[in-house]
């Protein structure tokens, strides 16, 4: 199973809310106009000060970007629940393949972001990073995510990313390991994301 590359789970919904901000906008932009006329743009220190007080205020105002953990709810509601079956099935037969899930993660993640390029394999015009040097005899569980990508491609067909599976496998094997009782409070917090 070939992966392409895409985007991590918690997906990032952007609205842009402009009725919210119209005014906090026309401030900064009047504002930027003053200070123009007076030519305080002279060194580069000001004009970047200046640059920054005008852009970041605008894009806050202006954007309400909010992460989703149920982003497949209506497009793949079963999701979960086949990747946390597939983790159990993989962690019974393999304790220690939790732990290999969530180092693929962490490598996947570490570099570029979270876009699930180490599960790509090579072609004839592409060297992918599965088999790249660094991960050769060090990344394993590949295996396993090609497994539930085949499981949720045949219920799902192209709706769920490669990095979305790998972010929910290294979560449901977390949360499978994990000795939890109550008096541990971070077990509390794994199975309260699990449930996400």
Same mark, same amino acid.
């Given at each position: 199973?070939?992966?392409? #590359?895409?985007?991590? #789970?918690? %997906?990032?919904?952007t609205q842009t809310t402009f009725s919210h901000c119209k005014a906090s906008c026309f401030i900064y932009s009047a504002l930027i106009l003053k200070l123009m006329s007076y030519n #305080?743009?002279?060194?580069?220190?000001?004009?970047?000060? #200046?640059t920054v007080l005008f852009i970041?205020?605008?894009?806050?105002?202006?954007?309400? &970007?909010? !992460?989703?953990?149920? $982003?497949y709810a209506r497009t793949c509601p079963t999701l979960p629940t086949m990747v946390r079956n597939a983790m159990r099935q993989a962690v /019974? %037969?393999?304790?220690?393949? &939790?732990?290999?899930? !969530? %180092?693929? $993660?962490?490598?996947?993640?570490?570099?570029?972001?979270?876009? &699930? /390029?180490?599960? !790509? *394999? *090579?072609t004839a015009t592409f060297t992918g990073e599965k088999n790249a040097f660094p991960n050769r005899n060090s990344a394993r569980g590949f295996e396993v995510i090609d497994t539930i990508k085949t499981r949720v491609e045949a219920a799902c067909n192209a709706t769920v990313s490669c990095a979305d599976i790998l972010a929910l496998a290294a979560r449901d094997g977390v949360v499978l390991?994990?000795?939890?009782?109550?008096?541990?409070?971070?077990?509390?917090l794994l199975q309260k994301i699990s449930h996400i």
């Open positions: 199973m070939q992966c392409t #590359i895409s985007y991590s #789970i918690y %997906r990032v919904h #305080i743009m002279a060194s580069l220190s000001h004009f970047l000060i #200046i970041v205020p605008f894009f806050s105002c202006c954007v309400n &970007a909010q !992460l989703s953990a149920n $982003f /019974s %037969r393999e304790g220690r393949m &939790a732990a290999s899930i !969530l %180092r693929l $993660f962490f490598h996947d993640c570490f570099v570029n972001g979270c876009d &699930a /390029s180490i599960l !790509l *394999d *090579d390991v994990s000795n939890c009782n109550d008096a541990n409070f971070a077990c509390f």
